[in-house]
């Protein structure tokens, strides 16, 4: 059974900071890999999408990295900016529903 | 393409109360996923169409839940006597047949069970 974590659960910077969010899978038959984020009470904006063939994929100050075989990913957002603050969920896709499996996200705040 | 739209965006309502909300998905996408987020925690699947066949169902989707996708084009997710336990978002998402792997979230329905 497909598990997603998300370390860590909550984060707290400084505005201007370069900062990491981790995501790790359990089982690296996944079709893709998808960061999302959610600010409160709304829906999901999708950030990045890499294919499973993929190693990363960049957007702006966002940068997610993949690797299937160690079932992780990394997001890494550049000069954090205080409107940033939101929930990071990391999902894959796997399985024949091509369902997606979220992970439990990480909740940023970016001071300023 | 105006996107995955729900409806209604909020809804609240008394414990035993029925409720129903309505999926529109992006037009031509033959796939249609329902999930159920409950506060701090991420989405869960609860089931899935592919056109107007359901093709998959959660163990969360108890009984009392029931999603149809008649004609194959906007969905149905309905909750019978609704409980507390029942206060989520419900997201819908849906995909085409020629990129299965990516799904479009519509922006959800708040439920609030009081």
């Known amino acids: 059974k497909q598990e997603v974590t998300q370390i860590p659960a909550a984060l707290s910077v400084p505005e201007g900071e370069n900062l990491v969010l981790n995501c790790s899978f359990t089982?690296?038959?996944?079709?893709?890999l998808q960061w999302f984020r959610q600010d409160p009470g709304k829906g999901l904006t999708s950030l990045l999408l890499i294919q499973s063939s993929q190693r990363e994929q960049t957007s702006g100050r966002l940068n997610a990295s993949l690797d299937k075989s160690s079932g992780r990913s990394t997001l890494y957002i550049a000069a954090s900016q205080p409107g940033d603050s939101a929930t990071y969920l990391c999902?894959?896709?796997?399985?024949?529903?091509?369902?997606?499996?979220f992970g439990t996200g990480t909740r940023l705040k970016v001071l300023a | 393409d105006t996107g995955v739209s729900q409806n209604p965006r909020h809804k609240i309502t008394k414990r035993g109360q029925n409720v129903t909300f309505r999926c529109d998905p992006i037009?031509?996408?033959?796939?249609l996923y329902w999930y159920r987020q409950t506060l701090g925690q991420g989405p869960e699947f609860l089931t899935y169409f592919q056109n107007e066949a359901q093709l998959e169902k959660s163990r969360l989707l108890s009984d009392r839940f029931s999603a149809e996708r008649p004609k194959g084009s906007f969905s149905t997710l309905e909750i019978q006597r609704t409980e507390q336990g029942d206060s989520a978002m419900y997201l819908c998402a849906s995909s085409h047949q020629d990129h299965v792997d990516t799904q479009y979230f519509g922006p959800g329905t708040r439920l609030t069970v009081l």
């Open positions: 089982d690296s038959a996944i079709y893709n």
């Open positions: 999902a894959v896709t796997s399985g024949g529903t091509y369902k997606y499996i």
């Open positions: 037009s031509e996408h033959n796939r």
